[in-house]
């Protein structure tokens, strides 16, 4: 299930030369959180709000699935994701969710759930799973 996930968010960027790693976060406006999917609400790519709003202005290059994507699979496109992200860590605080999509400014959003992401997905390029 994953790999699939993962495939059709390359082949988006295949398709569209747009980098693609959606996934749900916070984002640094109203209403704060946002889902970003492949496929939701009966639409591709659709960002949706908690209540079904869309809110396609907001997709996020997001920093914790580039992170994962890339510990998984270690490809030439997850390595893209990621040097798409990697000015986004901040020393003090940890890193921002991500980037906009529509014209590339950081969500600058620093959550647990994120940098926890990041860390796992460091964590087991290192070592690998961590329950085998």
Partial sequence: ??????????????????LTAVSEGHINTAPYFAYATV????????VLTIDGQRLDSKRTISTKAAFGWDALFDTTYTGQLI??????????????????EVDGEPNT???????????AAIAFRKAGPLMR
């Fill in 39 to 46: 496929w939701g609400g009966g639409q591709p790519w659709a």
């Fill in 1 to 18: 299930f994953a790999s699939q996930i993962y495939r059709a968010q390359e082949r988006r960027f295949e398709d569209t030369g747009i």
């Fill in 83 to 100: 040097d798409s992200v990697a000015d986004l860590a901040t020393p003090d605080r940890g890193w921002m969710e991500g980037r906009y």
């Fill in 109 to 119: 959003s620093i959550t647990a759930n994120t940098n926890a992401m990041i860390l």
